[in-house]
């Protein structure tokens, strides 16, 4: 049976998770990457997702339900993109969940109302399933969305902060590979919430450094992570989402 997984900010107390699933029954097996999505943090959910469904079968079909509410002017649409369906409002996340354009997008429309959403999501997992895309969908073109980047120069890299995990821990948009490129061995100082907290070194993982004290490192993603070892960043630094984080190397 085909493998469906589901990304939003319904928290499972309401009937939303229940009633898609029982709309799916029988059609796919349903699996939950996460309902603990902030409420309307479609990038948080872009970026759950983005980390998440590659670990799933070629073929599995993703649903992104965050904010996902469509319009005649941003329906919600099917994009197939490394062997995997992606089911969202294409109003842009697209280009936030991919890294190169999808093979293809094609627009699914229903009836607009109340939880429409719902009646999209499983008219188009059917379309995908029972191999009737090209007569339940209609062909459309991937509207895109500025991604926030790391600003690197000789000497400095400038990031953001783009996650909080559950943990506390700040996930920025710093890749290993560009701190590689920009410092090329150089020593350096990366800088939270100004220049009097600071850490200067890259650790493997995080029992590298001793209880309460800040670290960074690259996680599983390839993006740096800043934390603290047996704390919470986020409370004991008031490290938000899209503060900055700078990085200055030695000249």
Known sequence: MPVVTVTSDWN??????????????GVASLFEVTHHINHFDVRMGVFVLRQAYSRYPSGSIHILAVQAQATDQLPMSV??????????VNDGRFSLL?????????????????FSELDAYIKAVRAIVEKKLEDLTLPAVM??????????????????????DSYGNAVTNISRSLFEKVGS???????????????????????GVR?????????????????????NLSSLENIGLY?????????
Request: net charge negative; charged share 20%; hydrophobic share 40%.
């Open 243 to 251: 503060d900055e984080i700078q990085i200055q190397f030695n000249k």
């Open 98 to 114: 991919f890294d190169s354009e999808p093979e293809w997008i094609r627009a699914v429309y229903t009836a607009q109302g109340t």
């Open 79 to 88: 994009a197939y993109y490394d062997h995997h369906y992606f089911i969202t």
């Open 185 to 207: 061995g150089r020593k350096y100082s990366i800088y939270l919430q100004g220049p009097y907290t600071k850490i200067e070194k890259i650790s493997e993982g995080y029992s």
């Open 12 to 25: 499972k107390r309401d009937f939303y998770a229940g009633a898609l699933e029982g709309g799916l029954l």
């Open 143 to 164: 509207k895109t969305e500025v991604r926030l980047s790391a600003v690197a120069e000789k000497d400095y890299i400038m990031g953001q902060v783009i996650y909080i």
């Open 211 to 231: 209880p309460g004290e800040l670290l960074a490192l690259f996680n599983s993603a390839g993006l740096m992570e800043l934390a603290v070892f047996l704390g």
